[in-house]
């Protein structure tokens, strides 16, 4: 499976940015789709995940009610909604997929996008 990630950009701070990921070579519809991202000397964290069915999503705390993850099983590709954007959300937004059983481990990800760059000024 290859992923790939976009849709990044520079915002200004309350504002939003709509990340795609976009698989190819496999279908990722039975796989759980999450997204991480990696600020500057730091380490690379979880953001949301969604499970393949749709029917479960998973959000870091600091994201909660602000960005909302989808997926378009027949378009073979996931989402990313991101409202209400701060500048501590600036960072490299990767995707990644896998069958996973803690969605919000970055180990438990078999397959990695490239990452899109989000950066949020103040």
């Known amino acids: 499976v290859q992923l790939q990630a976009f849709g990044g950009g520079l915002v200004q701070a309350g504002g939003s940015l709509r990340l795609s990921c976009a698989a190819s070579g496999r279908t990722i519809g039975r796989f759980t789709v999450g997204w991480f991202r990696q600020a500057p000397g730091k380490e690379r964290e979880f953001v949301t995940a969604?499970?393949?069915?749709?029917?479960?999503?998973y959000y870091a705390d600091s994201v909660k009610g602000r960005f909302t993850i989808s997926r378009d099983s027949a378009k073979n590709t996931a989402h990313l909604e991101m409202n209400s954007l701060k500048p501590e959300d600036t960072a490299v937004y990767y995707c990644?997929?896998?069958?996973?059983?803690?969605?919000?481990?970055?180990?438990?990800?078999?397959?990695w996008g490239q990452g899109t760059k989000v950066t949020v000024s103040s």
């Open positions: 969604i499970r393949w069915s749709g029917d479960s999503t």
């Open positions: 990644a997929a896998g069958s996973v059983m803690f969605p919000t481990v970055l180990r438990q990800y078999d397959y």
